[in-house]
Every structure is written in structure tokens, then in C-alpha cells.
């Protein structure tokens, strides 16, 4: 069946580098993804969205790129900081449609 | 996010007894969700709302219920807990625009059925 799926179970980096975090989808009718950050003990937290007729977007420290011809999709965190530890999980819905479906995620450790 | 609050924030409790989870929220959103989280499993979708006379199914909504009290709040029952219902619960909000529709959850309630 569909699914959204995450390359790397974990990833490590040191402070002040980039990081990259990638994700998979294999619904091709998706139209609508979503980054989200999960601290411990605390609920997913909204980072950056990018409909389906762009193919990169930028917020603070963060960008988003979208890759429709492979379906993947990559969240890229700049200057990597601490406090950017936690878990982030890709999600993918068709736009105004309540079919959001969510990767397992991926744990960022950010290493002084 | 302050904005969705979730009671209790934990609980533990026996097979067999029928329990209830607490949403509310200040963002007056209509359209409302419960999800469940299971270690290394994405979220999935109980049940959500899009208003307050509106209760859909979600994908594993067997063994659960749901009561949308008010635009504000959306409870989420368990009528006979079982083991297999531990885990972490979110609630979130949503109000869509013709750019964005994302959710915002709320804190999580950690659920242990022994």
C-alpha cells in the first residue's frame, strides 16, 4: 500500500553543521507535505509545509525541498543547534483532504 | 502548545476500565483529531471532526469513541481498555486556507493499560 517512509532511522551531527533529513513517499496523488519537529514529552510542533507546485521553500534556518519526480522530500537544517535535538517526521496529505499520513520519524542528536 | 491542552497527561489503568481523554483548545479551530503513537510508528488517526455535529472514523478507530462537546473540546473514550490500547495520544487542531493545512497538536496523554 501507500506510505510515507523516513531513509535514516537516526542521524548525528555536530553543532553548527547542516543537517539534511529525508524522507519517502510513494502516493503520487499527494499534494501537500509537512515537517514537523517532536521534543521529548512534548507533541509534534509545526516546522515548514510546501504544496506540490514548488519544489523548495525556505523558512528560518530551515528549507524544505520536494522532489515530485522521485517522490522524495528532505529537510535541511542550517547551523544546527542543540536545542534542534528531538524527532522529525515527514507527513503527506492530499490538500484540504483528511488523509494525512505520517513517517515514523527520524531522531536528530545534535553533539556539542 | 499551549493553545490544545490535553487531561490527564498521564494515566494508568486496568484492562476492562473505561476511560476518558480530554481535549480542548483555544484556537478556535473547527476541524479537531485524535491520533495514537507507538514507538517507532508514525501517528494514526482515531477519529476526527470537522465541527461540532460532524464525527468521522479515522484509521483505527475500532475500540474507541469520541464526543465533540463543543468547537473547543473533543474527548476520546476507550469504553473496555485493553493492553494493546498503551500508548502516547495527541489531540490536534486544524483550520485550513487556500495555503496551508497544517495541524497543531497538543502536549500528548502517555496511556498504560496493565
Known amino acids: 500500500g501507500e506510505s510515507v517512509g523516513l531513509h535514516l532511522p537516526t542521524l548525528s551531527v555536530q553543532e553548527g553543521d547542516n543537517s539534511i533529513i529525508n524522507c519517502a513517499y510513494s502516493n503520487s496523488a499527494s499534494d501537500y507535505f509537512i515537517w514537523y519537529k517532536q521534543e521529548s514529552g512534548k507533541g509534534p510542533q509545526f516546522i515548514i509545509d510546501?504544496?506540490?507546485?514548488?519544489d523548495k521553500r525556505q523558512g528560518q534556518r530551515v528549507t524544505v525541498l520536494l522532489n515530485k519526480t522521485v517522490k522524495h522530500l528532505s529537510l535541511q537544517i542550517a547551523a544546527t543547534q542543540p536545542g534542534d535535538s528531538a524527532v522529525y517526521f515527514c507527513a503527506e496529505n492530499t490538500f484540504l483532504n483528511n488523509d494525512m499520513r505520517f513517517g515514523a520519524g527520524t531522531r536528530l542528536t545534535v553533539k556539542p | 502548545d499551549a493553545d490544545v491542552t490535553q487531561t490527564p497527561r498521564n494515566r494508568i489503568t486496568k484492562t476492562g476500565k473505561r476511560i476518558m481523554l480530554e481535549c480542548s483548545q483555544t484556537?478556535?479551530?473547527?476541524?479537531m483529531y485524535w491520533y495514537r503513537q507507538d514507538p517507532g510508528l508514525g501517528l494514526r488517526l482515531i477519529y476526527y471532526?470537522?465541527?461540532?455535529?460532524?464525527?468521522n472514523k479515522g484509521e483505527i478507530s475500532d475500540g474507541y469513541s469520541v464526543s465533540r462537546q463543543a468547537q473547543a473540546k473533543f474527548s476520546l473514550s476507550l469504553e473496555s481498555a485493553i493492553p494493546n490500547q498503551t500508548a502516547l495520544y495527541f489531540c490536534?487542531?486544524?483550520?485550513?486556507?487556500?495555503?496551508?493545512?497544517?495541524?497543531?497538536f497538543g502536549p500528548g496523554t502517555r496511556l498504560t493499560v496493565l
Open positions: 490536534a487542531t486544524s483550520a485550513p486556507t487556500h495555503k496551508s493545512d497544517t495541524q497543531y
Open positions: 510546501i504544496r506540490s507546485n514548488m
Open positions: 471532526s470537522f465541527d461540532v455535529k460532524d464525527i
Open positions: 484556537k478556535g479551530h473547527d476541524r
